[in-house]
């Protein structure tokens, strides 16, 4: 079955210290990879995508992901982080084929990000 | 216009009362989505529509009745829902379903009480 995990409920760190929020999945080929963030009480924000190319994605607000095909992984990742960021960070991935389940993304359950002052 | 517009924010209904939810893109986005989101949890789908049509319905209870009248709009309309269907609803659009891996670009959601 096709799976996505985030390792991690809870990641701390200190402001201006580099952050890494875990991802790996388990779907077939060649999956679209994504990141989104929720802060609270609002919706989903779109952080970046992985399609295809150079391995180093770059998205909003000074994030990046790694694709890493012999780890299917894909985790975030940010130089220097903020107490703004802290907030529920979602991995999600969708099967690059538009067959039946194939068209819905598959979400990690998420972990929360906690930036300390 | 880079947004999906939600209303209304917070809905508090009975459970034998009738609302509808509604959902409002300009970004000629073919593709749009109802979700729901328990605390702390990821979303859940519950039904697409591409093009206007209704594409998936993830079995959903029929007491949520998913309309799309036109290309921006989507309604969920609401009727004898129960205290469990309390959740943070989502709406969500992308330019299509299919094909590339396009991105969505979520609402703010109804927070929705059922009391």
């Not at chain 1, 799976?3 to 580099?18: I, L």
């Not at chain 1, 150079?54 to 299917?72: C, H, I, M, P, R």
């Not at chain 2, 319905?57 to 269907?85: K, T």
Request: glycine content about 8%; aromatic content about 12%.
């Amino acid at each position: 079955a096709q799976s996505v995990a985030q390792p991690e409920d809870q990641v701390n760190v200190a402001e201006g210290n580099p952050l890494t929020v875990k991802c790996t999945y388990s779907v077939s080929g060649n999956p679209y990879l994504f990141w989104y963030v929720q802060y609270p009480n609002r919706g989903l924000q779109f952080l970046l995508k992985y399609i295809t190319g150079d391995n180093l994605v770059k998205g909003s607000y000074g994030f990046e992901a790694e694709f890493n095909k012999s780890q299917t992984s894909f985790h975030l990742k940010k130089p220097s982080a903020l107490v703004s960021d802290s907030a529920l960070y979602f991995c999600a991935v969708r099967d690059r084929g538009d067959a039946g389940n194939n068209r819905k993304l598959i979400w990690g359950l998420g972990t929360s990000l906690a930036v300390n002052p | 216009d880079t947004e999906v517009t939600q209303t209304p924010k917070h809905l508090v209904m009975g459970m034998t009362n009738k609302k509808s939810l509604k959902c409002e893109q300009h970004m000629g986005h073919r593709a749009m989505y109802w979700y729901k989101q328990k605390a702390k949890k990821p979303p859940e789908l519950m039904f697409v529509y591409s093009y206007e049509k209704l594409s998936i319905n993830e079995s959903v209870p029929s007491r949520f009745s998913p309309e799309c009248p036109n290309s921006s709009l989507l309604n969920l309309h609401l009727h004898a829902l129960q205290p469990e269907d309390s959740a943070l609803y989502l709406c969500a659009s992308s330019q299509e379903e299919v094909g590339a891996g396009y991105g969505y670009t979520f609402g703010s959601g109804t927070r929705l009480t059922v009391v």
